[in-house]
DNA sequence: TCTGGGGTCCTAGGACCC
DNA sequence: TCTGGGGTCCTAGGACCC
């Protein structure tokens, strides 16, 4: 058996842990620069509001029913995204980190565990100790668990868990669930079932394997099986990333080559901050540059460009080296620029890196690097920084709306003392 | 006027090999 | 005029996730 804790609206739940007068009130949390619909609470998408949507479509709703609306400060979701995993990691040591808000973990050698129990004591601990309300859903597969976990959301009676341990229960849930609401099948599986008339995720179930293989490949028929009870998605450590991306959209149409340098320069910095973490080096960097594809009234442009070396390196100087030359071959005069970005590929783990004889890396890069590390945790971000990325605040973002950053305040508080 | 960001996995086809 | 068979590896792009 697995077992998957999800947090109910969890942007929307993290906002409302420093504002209880907004619980049972609508609240939404939007994307950078304030563009989208990005976290829901349950009386917001009762009001029919879609995930994903422009706020600039919903403002009538918005003053309508009085929606509280907040830009997204990820600072916090992360920090308490943080501490629900850390809770949930002493309940097995078999667990994957899925997403900011999800977690599976195994419970093989539970046997003799009430299994409704325990989910019920994963959910109560959480909330106990960090007052964030989520779901758990146990089944004997990933795909089966994201289903018990649905069905814990959507009926309260349940309080919050489920349990599918029986081949009764798993052919109702699946005959209660839409096909296209199963976990990994969106509409190009199913536009490609479309002629076969499938409803319900039961009735996914029942297709031919040949078939299935066909047309929806290994991925499809892995889902099938997994439905019909097979474990065929194993619980697998994520915590080594195998592409670090860094890209934005610009609070402002850009249209200068230096500005752009400067930007993708902080790009680069802040993604290969998190391969050090990680400890990887990579040995090729991809860069993209594009304009606004919703004015399509301006001239269009979208190229990206991927840049391999010989060598690995995890050196800010070097990629940033890099992502300039990138951004230099990408650049074309008399675009209006809204996006760039740059995503670091092909890692290796830093400790056995390969020696090569013509690396134009200066072996000093790698204590430097540390440092700065060092200095930057300590003191504050950017405190100390490669010249390239300029001294303007960093990512300039529209955010009309963002919560205090309650919880991460420290450096910036030392920061202020220096 | 205003439209996000960061990931994973699979596959077909090209470029090689003997 | 006629022109084989069987592999591996890599990569770009597509499809999916939250």
């Known amino acids: 058996m697995y077992a998957l804790i999800d947090v109910n609206n969890c942007f929307v739940s993290c906002e409302r842990l420093f504002r209880p007068d907004l619980r049972n009130k609508p ?8 563009g989208n619909v990005v976290a829901r609470s349950n009386e917001v998408k009762a009001l029919g509001i879609k995930m994903g949507v422009p706020l600039f479509q919903i403002k009538h709703l918005v003053k309508k029913h009085n929606i509280h609306v907040f830009s997204s400060n990820y600072e916090l979701y992360g920090d308490i995204s943080e501490r629900i995993m850390t809770i949930i990691e002493q309940f097995s040591p078999n667990m994957q980190i899925y997403s900011i808000d999800e977690a599976f973990i195994g419970l093989q050698g539970f046997d003799y565990f009430n299994l409704n129990e325990l989910a019920q004591k994963i959910k109560n601990e959480i909330w106990k100790q960090i007052g964030m309300p989520v779901c758990v859903g146990l089944a004997p597969t990933k795909t089966l668990c994201k ?10 009676q349940l309080n919050g868990t489920y349990v599918i341990d029986s081949e009764e229960k ?21 536009k490609r079932m479309e002629f076969k008339n499938i409803k319900s995720a039961y009735d996914f179930t029942l297709l031919d394997d ?16 997994e439905l019909q009870g097979t474990d065929c998605i194993k619980i697998d450590d994520m915590a080594i990333k195998k592409s670090i991306a860094c890209t934005r959209s610009f609070d402002v149409m850009v249209t200068e080559l230096e500005e752009l340098k400067k930007r993708i320069a902080n790009y680069t910095a802040h993604a290969s901050i998190k391969l050090r973490k990680q400890k990887s080096d990579c040995n090729s960097i991809l860069i993209f540059l594009q304009t606004n594809p919703f004015r399509k009234e301006l001239p269009q442009y979208y190229n990206k460009i991927i840049i391999t070396f010989p060598y690995a390196t995890s050196s800010s100087i070097t990629l940033i080296k890099k992502a300039i030359q990138g951004i230099e071959y990408l650049y ?5 620029f809204k996006k760039a970005g740059i995503v670091l590929m092909n890692f290796t783990p830093s400790e056995n890196k390969q020696i ?3 690396n134009e890396e200066p072996i000093k890069h790698i204590p430097l690097m540390k440092v700065m590390d060092r200095i930057n945790n300590t003191i504050g971000n950017n405190t100390v920084r490669i010249g390239s990325q300029g001294f303007d605040k960093v990512f300039k973002m529209k955010q009309e709306f963002r919560s205090n950053r309650y919880t991460t305040r420290f450096s910036e508080l ?5």
């Open 147 to 156: 289903v018990a976990n649905r069905i814990a959301k959507k009926y309260p």
């Open 356 to 358: 090569v004889l013509f």
């Open 170 to 190: 798993r052919i109702k849930a699946l005959k209660w669930l839409r096909v296209e609401d199963v976990w990994g099948i969106s509409s190009g599986f199913i």
């Open 414 to 418: 030392i920061q202020l003392k220096v």
């Open 332 to 336: 074309k005069d008399g675009y209006q």
């Open 210 to 225: 040949f078939w299935t293989k066909k047309h929806l490949s290994i991925v499809g028929l892995k889902l099938k099986q």
């Open 27 to 34: 609240v939404v949390v939007l994307s950078n620069n304030d």
